[in-house]
C-alpha cells in the first residue's frame, strides 16, 4: 500500500515522499532566459519546504519554441554555471529538480519570437490568433535534436532529470492530436504516426542521457475538443512510452482552447472537485508499468492520501506550492489542513508583470 510519507525511486532517483511541485512557469528568468536569485531562491524554498520532486516551469529548447516572457532557456549552453548554482541550492537543502522541456510549437505569437510559430500542420489554435508554418522534414529534425542537446545540459547542470512536455496543447501534444495534425508523411495520419515526433524525441534524449537517467513525460489523457486526442490514443502513447522504457508519466488534461476542461480549473473549493485527472489516469495506470503522476486540482490531504494510495504512484500540484512552498512539510507535521490555494489562478498576473508569479491572495 502506497503512503504519502514514504521513499521511493524513479529509476535511480530517490524521492522522500510522494509529493511532487508540478511544473510551473515562474517568469523570474531574465528575458534571454537566464535565471535570477529571485528564481533559484524559490527552488530552495520548495527544496526546504520538503516536497519531494521539483519540476521546474518550462524551459524552452529551441528559440522558436518560447512562449511566455522571462521563461528559462535551456536552448544554449550558456546559462550552464546559472543553473548549477540553481540546482546546488536545491541539492544543499536536500531536494531534488527536474527540468521541464519545452517547445510550444504553434501555441506562440510570431511577434514574440521574431519569426512565424512552427507547427505540424498550418492550423490556427483558439487563443493564438495566427497560422503556424507546417514543419519540414528538416525542421523536425533540427526540434528532436534540440530536445537532446537541452536534455544532456540538464543533466550537465545537476538537474536529478528531465520531464518533457508533451501535454497543453504544445509542439508534442499538436503532432499526437488529429486537430493539428494533419500531415500526410510519416508524421502524421495514424496513431502510430502522430506518436512518432514524441517518440523520437524521447529515444533521442535518452541516447544523449543514457539509461540510468530519468526521463519524465507530461502527457494529455485527453485534450477534451472535438477532434482532438482522445483517452484511447492517450493510452496508446502511454504504452508506447512505457515499452520505450520512459521512468514516469505525468497525466495532465485540456489544452489552453479547451475551455471549463482546460488544464488549470478555477475554484476547486470542494472535495468533489478535486483530482480531476483521475479518471485518465486511471486508464493509463492500468495500461503501464511505469509510475503515474497525477495532476490538477488536489487540495486536500484526503483526496490526495486516497489517490496515492489506490490509484497511482505520486500526486503532484502547482498553484497550492506558490502559495505554500512548505506544503509538504506542514502535512508531514501533523496539520493536515487543505491546501490554502484557492484556484484563482491570479498568480499567473505578477509573473507577466512584476518579474515573477507569487500568490496574490496570502
Ligand atoms: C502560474 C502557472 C504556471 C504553469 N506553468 C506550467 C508549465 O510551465 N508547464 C506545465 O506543464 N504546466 C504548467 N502549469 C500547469 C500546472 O503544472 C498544472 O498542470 C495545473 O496548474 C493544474 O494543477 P494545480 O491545480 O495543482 O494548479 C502552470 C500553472 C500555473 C498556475
Redo the contacts with the bound molecule.
Sequence with gaps: MRKIFEESTINRMTLKNRLIR????EGMCEEAGRPTARLIDCYRDLARGGVGLIIT??AFVSEEGRQLPCTLGAHSGQFVNDLKRLTGAVHAEEGKICL?LVHVGGQTKAKDIGRAPLAPSAVMTKQFPQVPVEMSFAEIQRVIKAFGEAAGRARESGFDAVQL?G??GYLINQFLSPLTNLRTDEYGGSIDNRCRFMIEVYWRVREVVGRDYPVLI?LNGADHLVGGLDLEDAVYAAELLDQEGIDAIEI?GGTPASGAMA???NK?DSPTLEGYNLPLCREIKAAVSCPVIA????RSFPVVERAIRDEVDYVA????F?REPDLALRWRSGNCTAAFCI?C?K??MP?LKEGG?YCVVK
Excluded at 508540478?22 to 512557469?25: D, F, G, L, N, Y
Design positions: 508540478s511544473a510551473t512557469w516551469g518550462y521541464q512536455h501535454a497543453h507530461k495532465s488544464p488549470i480549473r476547486i495532476v490538477g486540482g488536489f500540484m502547482a498553484r497550492p506558490i484556484s489562478s498568480c499567473f509573473g508569479i
